[in-house]
């Protein structure tokens, strides 16, 4: 499952605050920085800094801000790929891919809920001159709104329906959770079907229906923002609702126009004398652009050069640029996208130079462009038991890239334990992947819930790291000799000073041997204990625990905690030392907990029934046999390894010979079974748990001649196949007490 929270990324983003100027009742007239359009790297200070950015070959033209451009492209599924490129260097932004999207306002990307920005009413505003800047979104729909035109990084105009349901031109501005407007002074009052320009230089271009039901015509007019009201109109034939095409300059307004018969054209009039005029660009089949520089129009089509026309004198420039769109940005110059015979193909930027003539210069080279680095597909499982897939665990990130490494950090919640490794590209595709063999630092790691980190980074550093947060449930059947809950058997050990240790095993047989993972010391003085005996589960806790009896014969329990360590022992009870034998940990009575027989003075054999109480984990003893037991000086519960009804316990008499007893599963057992004899050369023999993962519980042997691991066979005419181990190897006469 994903993980909602492992620990910091990484990465950092970089927070910048945004004084936002309120706009309200006297505010100055004058441009407030909200609206004040950003500037944008120059033509020449771009290639100062070196190559140029890559325009992505393939793909459509979006729209030019004034520090970069937006070009989108269709994935295989048919979703739509929207990407920001700065001019002035840097990774590429993968943006959402939106149902529609505009640009204005220096460089503000306007991502919307519908395919025509006219029927925005869900927005989500994109400062990309500060990409690391918070998203703010504005819901238009909540005050009957629809957007018209983006004024700053945190405000738009909208066409709102008031109470009595007129439209109204409002700014709506969200600063923090909070969200007001204001309304347009000086439209006409039955204005509707708003459009706007890109906003810049404190103003805004809107266009607008007027007028009689019957006969309705159009308007134009100059918004100043920060004063709430317009400030020049013009008349027009019609709205132009649905044509676009609005734009301003310091000397003129234009907007577009289709008339059949004539085609597409652009009215432009004079700001200062008033002149209005009409260019007839082409037949509306022939999908002309046009874009306004100053006083000069920039006009063509795929079919035709782009051209600069003055609406002042008429005088005509060939650019020299062969294009097929056009976009005017808010710093007043326009952005071609074609080709050029002198330095190829790309993006354009057309400013007027200082004596007012159009210059033309390359700000984006075509070419090919490579993803930006994703993690585009996590596999990782929700959950996996390693004791049903062999102890392993395959762990994948496919990455859009594989010029990347990718480190992999996987964290047990509880613990805090983490395993780390760094992910080289593949021989080949992109899925960087490995097998996890459920080990931490050498030691099989705890069992439940990691996180599990994935950062990708490329080879070269460029760019920023890729990051993926997941959750993976770790499982494995419990071990009634496990105290550390990583379903590995842990070993017992007192030595000669009544220091008391605990040998980690490996889950699994390493090169077909038990091995041991980790040596603890657990404490010492526990020479004050004569008999020390694994448990089992005895309270129904996360992992096993172990008894021990003291020099006076009283009986205490050490409960494990599951992290190799055990909460302060609790008194069982007096009398225990009657026995000179005691066997715990094998479920003897078929109930799921784990018994304890013991034997006393006279041979005879009890049986202490677990209760599932952690504070009285014995019931009153049964006795199983009245005499006969002394003959033996070694008695293990070894669990179920004969594969009979329950567990089993293993006794081994005075001339070395051992018997197996299969338990009946109601607290007796069946006629003894020899084993075989030679088994006088072991100093103890523990009962040990699963050691080799094959679902059946396993005994050790220790002693001064060495230490054997004996693999339970399923078979009562045969249930030990013996193994040599790693264990206590030198140690034979190290210890005086293993459990």
């Given at each position: 499952?994903?993980?909602?929270s492992?620990?910091a990324?990484?990465?950092?983003?970089?927070?910048?605050?945004?004084?936002?100027?309120a706009?309200?009742?006297?505010?100055?007239?004058?441009a407030?920085?909200?609206?004040?359009a950003t500037s944008?790297?120059?033509?020449a200070a771009?290639?100062?800094?070196?190559?140029l950015?890559?325009y992505?070959?393939?793909?459509?033209f979006g729209?030019?801000?004034?520090?970069g451009?937006?070009s989108?492209a269709?994935a295989?599924?048919?979703?739509r790929?929207?990407?920001?490129?700065?001019?002035?260097g840097?990774?590429?932004?993968?943006?959402?891919?939106?149902?529609?999207?505009?640009l204005?306002?220096?460089?503000v990307?306007?991502?919307?809920?519908a395919?025509w920005?006219a029927?925005?009413?869900?927005?989500t505003?994109?400062?990309m001159a500060?990409?690391?800047?918070?998203?703010?979104?504005?819901d238009?729909?909540?005050?009957?709104?629809?957007?018209?035109?983006?004024?700053?990084?945190?405000s738009?105009?909208?066409q709102?329906?008031?109470?009595?349901?007129?439209?109204?031109l409002?700014?709506?501005?969200?600063?923090g959770?909070?969200?007001t407007s204001?309304?347009?002074a000086g439209?006409?009052?039955?204005a509707?079907?708003?459009?706007g320009?890109s906003?810049?230089?404190?103003r805004?271009?809107?266009?607008?229906?007027?007028g009689?039901?019957?006969?309705?015509t159009?308007?134009?007019?100059?918004?100043d923002?920060?004063?709430?009201?317009?400030?020049?109109t013009?008349?027009a034939?019609?709205?132009?609702?649905?044509?676009?095409?609005?734009?301003?300059?310091?000397?003129?307004?234009?907007w577009?126009?289709?008339?059949?018969?004539?085609?597409d054209?652009?009215?432009s009039v004079?700001?200062?004398?008033?002149?209005q005029?009409?260019t007839?660009?082409?037949a509306h089949t022939?999908?002309?652009?046009s874009?306004?520089?100053?006083?000069?129009?920039?006009?063509g089509?795929?079919?035709t050069?782009?051209?600069?026309?003055s609406?002042?004198?008429?005088?005509?420039?060939?650019?020299?640029?062969?294009?097929v769109?056009?976009?005017?940005a808010?710093?007043?110059?326009?952005?071609l996208r074609?080709?050029?015979a002198?330095?190829?193909?790309?993006?354009?930027?057309?400013?007027?130079a200082q004596?007012?003539?159009?210059?033309?210069?390359k700000?984006a080279e075509?070419?090919?462009v490579?993803?930006?680095?994703?993690?585009q597909?996590?596999?990782?499982?929700?959950?996996?038991?390693?004791?049903?897939t062999?102890?392993?665990v395959?762990?994948?990130?496919t990455?859009?890239r594989a010029?990347?490494?990718?480190?992999?950090?996987?964290t047990?919640?509880?613990?805090g334990?983490?395993?780390?490794?760094r992910?080289?590209a593949?021989?080949?595709?992109?899925?960087?992947?490995f097998?996890w063999?459920?080990?931490?630092d050498g030691?099989?790691?705890?069992n439940?819930t990691?996180?599990?980190?994935?950062?990708?980074t490329?080879?070269?550093?460029?760019?920023e790291p890729?990051?993926q947060?997941?959750s993976?449930n770790?499982?494995?059947?419990a071990d009634?000799?496990?105290?550390?809950?990583?379903?590995?058997?842990?070993?017992?050990?007192r030595?000669?000073s009544?220091?008391?240790?605990?040998?980690?095993?490996?889950?699994?047989?390493?090169?077909?041997q038990v091995t041991p993972?980790?040596?603890t010391?657990?404490?010492?003085?526990?020479?004050?204990?004569?008999?020390?005996e694994?448990a089992?589960n005895l309270?129904?806790?996360p992992?096993?625990?172990?008894?021990?009896?003291?020099?006076?014969g009283?009986?205490?329990?050490?409960?494990?905690?599951g992290?190799g360590?055990?909460?302060?022992?609790?008194?069982?009870g007096?009398?225990w030392?009657?026995y000179n034998?005691?066997?715990?940990?094998?479920?003897?009575?078929?109930d799921?907990r784990?018994?304890l027989?013991?034997?006393?003075?006279a041979?005879?054999?009890?049986?202490h029934?677990?209760t599932g109480?952690?504070?009285?984990?014995?019931?009153?003893?049964?006795?199983?046999?009245?005499?006969?037991?002394?003959?033996y000086?070694?008695?293990?519960?070894?669990?179920?390894v004969?594969?009979t009804?329950?567990?089993?316990?293993?006794?081994?008499d005075?001339?070395?010979?051992?018997w197996?007893?299969p338990?009946k599963g109601?607290?007796?057992?069946a006629p003894?079974v020899?084993?075989?004899?030679g088994?006088?050369?072991?100093?103890?023999?523990?009962?040990?748990?699963?050691l080799?993962?094959?679902g059946?519980?396993d005994?050790i042997?220790y002693?001064s001649?060495?230490?054997?691991?004996?693999?339970?066979?399923?078979?009562v005419?045969a249930?030990?196949s013996?193994r040599?181990?790693?264990?206590?190897a030198g140690e034979?006469t190290t210890?005086?007490?293993?459990?």
């Amino acid at each position: 499952m994903q993980l909602r929270s492992t620990r910091a990324r990484l990465a950092t983003a970089v927070t910048v605050a945004l004084a936002v100027t309120a706009l309200g009742a006297g505010t100055p007239a004058t441009a407030p920085a909200a609206f004040a359009a950003t500037s944008a790297p120059s033509a020449a200070a771009v290639q100062a800094a070196g190559a140029l950015p890559v325009y992505p070959e393939g793909s459509d033209f979006g729209g030019a801000g004034t520090s970069g451009f937006l070009s989108y492209a269709f994935a295989p599924d048919t979703t739509r790929e929207l990407t920001w490129t700065p001019y002035a260097g840097g990774a590429a932004i993968p943006l959402q891919d939106p149902k529609g999207w505009a640009l204005g306002a220096g460089d503000v990307v306007v991502l919307g809920d519908a395919s025509w920005s006219a029927d925005f009413r869900s927005i989500t505003l994109r400062n990309m001159a500060d990409p690391a800047a918070p998203a703010v979104s504005l819901d238009l729909g909540a005050m009957q709104g629809n957007y018209v035109a983006v004024l700053s990084p945190t405000s738009v105009l909208a066409q709102v329906i008031n109470e009595v349901g007129r439209a109204e031109l409002r700014v709506v501005t969200k600063d923090g959770a909070m969200t007001t407007s204001r309304k347009i002074a000086g439209l006409p009052a039955d204005a509707t079907d708003f459009f706007g320009s890109s906003a810049h230089d404190g103003r805004v271009l809107v266009g607008y229906a007027t007028g009689p039901e019957d006969a309705r015509t159009g308007g134009r007019a100059l918004v100043d923002v920060a004063a709430g009201t317009v400030t020049a109109t013009y008349a027009a034939p019609e709205s132009g609702f649905g044509y676009g095409g609005l734009d301003f300059s310091g000397t003129h307004v234009t907007w577009f126009g289709y008339e059949a018969g004539t085609g597409d054209s652009i009215t432009s009039v004079d700001r200062r004398t008033g002149e209005q005029k009409k260019t007839v660009l082409g037949a509306h089949t022939a999908k002309w652009y046009s874009a306004l520089v100053g006083e000069w129009l920039v006009h063509g089509n795929p079919e035709t050069p782009a051209k600069a026309v003055s609406l002042t004198s008429g005088e005509t420039v060939d650019l020299g640029v062969s294009a097929v769109r056009a976009s005017t940005a808010s710093d007043g110059s326009a952005v071609l996208r074609g080709s050029r015979a002198a330095d190829g193909d790309g993006l354009f930027r057309v400013t007027a130079a200082q004596d007012g003539t159009p210059t033309v210069t390359k700000v984006a080279e075509t070419g090919q462009v490579k993803p930006p680095l994703e993690i585009q597909q996590v596999h990782v499982p929700d959950s996996v038991d390693l004791d049903k897939t062999g102890g392993k665990v395959t762990l994948g990130w496919t990455l859009s890239r594989a010029d990347a490494y990718l480190d992999v950090t996987l964290t047990h919640t509880v613990t805090g334990k983490e395993f780390t490794k760094r992910l080289t590209a593949p021989a080949s595709g992109t899925l960087f992947s490995f097998d996890w063999d459920g080990v931490v630092d050498g030691v099989d790691a705890p069992n439940g819930t990691y996180g599990v980190e994935a950062e990708a980074t490329l080879v070269d550093g460029t760019g920023e790291p890729a990051y993926q947060g997941w959750s993976m449930n770790v499982l494995r059947a419990a071990d009634p000799h496990d105290y550390t809950n990583n379903g590995s058997t842990d070993v017992l050990a007192r030595d000669a000073s009544g220091v008391l240790w605990r040998d980690d095993l490996r889950d699994r047989p390493v090169n077909g041997q038990v091995t041991p993972a980790k040596r603890t010391k657990l404490g010492a003085g526990f020479q004050a204990y004569n008999a020390i005996e694994a448990a089992g589960n005895l309270a129904g806790g996360p992992a096993g625990d172990f008894v021990a009896r003291d020099t006076a014969g009283v009986l205490w329990s050490f409960l494990g905690k599951g992290d190799g360590t055990f909460v302060a022992r609790t008194k069982v009870g007096p009398g225990w030392g009657a026995y000179n034998k005691i066997a715990a940990g094998s479920d003897l009575t078929g109930d799921g907990r784990p018994d304890l027989v013991a034997v006393d003075g006279a041979g005879a054999l009890w049986l202490h029934k677990a209760t599932g109480k952690w504070d009285a984990p014995y019931a009153a003893r049964v006795r199983l046999a009245s005499a006969g037991f002394n003959t033996y000086n070694q008695i293990a519960a070894v669990g179920d390894v004969a594969g009979t009804a329950a567990g089993d316990v293993v006794a081994r008499d005075t001339a070395g010979v051992l018997w197996l007893f299969p338990g009946k599963g109601d607290g007796t057992f069946a006629p003894r079974v020899r084993i075989g004899g030679g088994w006088g050369v072991f100093s103890q023999l523990v009962g040990a748990g699963d050691l080799d993962n094959d679902g059946r519980p396993d005994l050790i042997g220790y002693g001064s001649g060495g230490t054997y691991v004996y693999h339970s066979t399923g078979s009562v005419d045969a249930p030990f196949s013996r193994r040599t181990t790693s264990l206590y190897a030198g140690e034979g006469t190290t210890f005086n007490s293993i459990a």
